[in-house]
């Protein structure tokens, strides 16, 4: 009797082991590979438009302001600055689009505030305020519906999927990356909550509902 008694603990703890590895890798906490867009013959799209004179192209200009935004580590935490941008290292979801967009020439603070201004009846806001306005995920998803190119969101479409686009779930938003995982589906440069390890998370399969994915129009 007491063999099948440790027979059992043994088999109980082999499972509770293989559930806990699974939810360590299904959130992320354990690194997925990454893959790139040469991996499955993609072409990495090039915008026509340098917003900023910088000699990189738009598209892979908010790429890699997302990277390097994040690169500095900002803490998880949602407060207001009457600087608009966070100054203090703090910053949530919205801060790595904005940051990315910045980087690329673009101030959404000022672009997101004029479309306010311009189509109050889109936004459902009574008095506008340009310091916070532009960090709710709510008020880029009117934005960039008004302003951006909106592109599929069906992710077994990977070609359609590339590094620089925005990706918005309900409550949720982040800038799509180059790399990909084992399927092809492209990881997401976000910023959701404090106990999350890594910026660049392979969740776009796994996070829930899409509910906009848009590409910088080249007329913005």
Known sequence: MKKW????????AAVALCVIVYLLY??????????SNDDFGI????????????????????????????????KYKSV???????????G?????????????GYDLRVLVNDDILAHPQDYDITEPDDKIDFRRVRNLEVYFAHTAVALTTDIAQIDEWQGGDVVIFPHHIGI???????HGVPFVIHHANPLQLHYEEDI?????????????????
């Open 43 to 74: 072409t990495a799209y090039v915008s026509a438009v340098d917003a900023d004179r910088d000699g990189v192209d738009d598209q892979t200009d908010i790429l890699q302001s997302a990277k390097d935004y994040v690169a500095t580590k900002p």
């Open 204 to 220: 776009l399969e796994t996070w829930g509902e899409i509910v906009g994915h848009y590409r910088i129009n080249e007329k913005m």
């Open 80 to 90: 207001y600055y009457a600087s608009g941008y966070p100054d203090d290292g703090h």
């Open 92 to 104: 949530v979801c919205t801060d790595v689009v904005a940051q990315a967009f910045l980087g690329a």
């Open 26 to 35: 299904r959130y992320n906490y354990i690194p997925h590979r990454k893959y």
């Open 176 to 182: 799509v990356s180059d790399h990909r995982n084992r």
């Open 5 to 12: 008694i440790k027979l059992l603990i043994l088999v109980l």
